[in-house]
């Protein structure tokens, strides 16, 4: 199996099926867990060395961090509803809990950051859908921490593609700091599959070829980018959900596409 691959497994006491941490991906800066809750069971988290960008990616939870409480958030079915997650940002070394009302699939995505910033709830207002690419290269995206709200490092991002659809893509990439012309940064994504028995598959390769993986992914299953151009491709039939969550040196995203494949921007 892909040393980039992450499959998930049995949920441990605290509910998590899945963890990727520095040290486990080789890297610095992100983090990322998936925790499943049943009704009225609580995950509790704190991080001392790292701010926390809470994603309820499926269900209703009430959320609490630090001396604020932000009541019920979240509310969708499935990751495919045509609806925003509930979201909280939660500075380092502040506590939080999150208590399920119903089942709820949890995201935690977390970057290098210092205590003393304040908790806020990320509303679905500032969350709102776009498409991006035309024909088979459409997709639909919603940031949920974008580089133009307050964090430090992190930065996190949902997108559906549609079965026979391709995404990240052209290839592109974000590992080299240029000022101006490329940041730095690591990433993961979290999949999931519409009907939940599909596959989708992820190429991870860079200009020499030193790296160049081609991954078949399955539901939940993530894939580790340290490096290298990551284009996502939809097999018809099944839709392809997938949470990003980046973080490098500078919190800003600038990529570069592949220049064999850039001509397809250019197309009329």
Known sequence: MSKLLVRPHAPDPSGSVLEITPQSAGWTHVGFRVIKLAAGETFDGAEPGRETCVVVMSG?????????????????????EDKAPGAVYVPAATTYAVTAANAVELALCTAPGKPGGRARLIAEVDMPRETR???????????????TAPAEGLLVVEVI???GHWSSYPPHKHDTAAEGEETALEETYYHRLNPPQGFAFQ???????????TVCVQDGDVVMVPRGYHPVGAPHGYDLY???????????WIFRNDPAHDWIMRQA
């Open 133 to 147: 690419g035309k024909g088979t290269n459409t997709r639909l995206v919603r940031n949920i921490l974008p580089e």
């Open 242 to 252: 997938y949470l990003n969550v980046m973080a490098g040196p500078h919190r800003k």
């Open 60 to 80: 209703t939870a009430e959320v609490t961090a630090g001396d604020l409480s932000f009541g019920a958030i979240g509310g969708r079915t499935s990751v495919f």
């Open 203 to 213: 190429r991870v390769y860079t200009d020499d070829r030193s790296l160049d993986e």
């Open 161 to 163: 593609t549609p079965g």
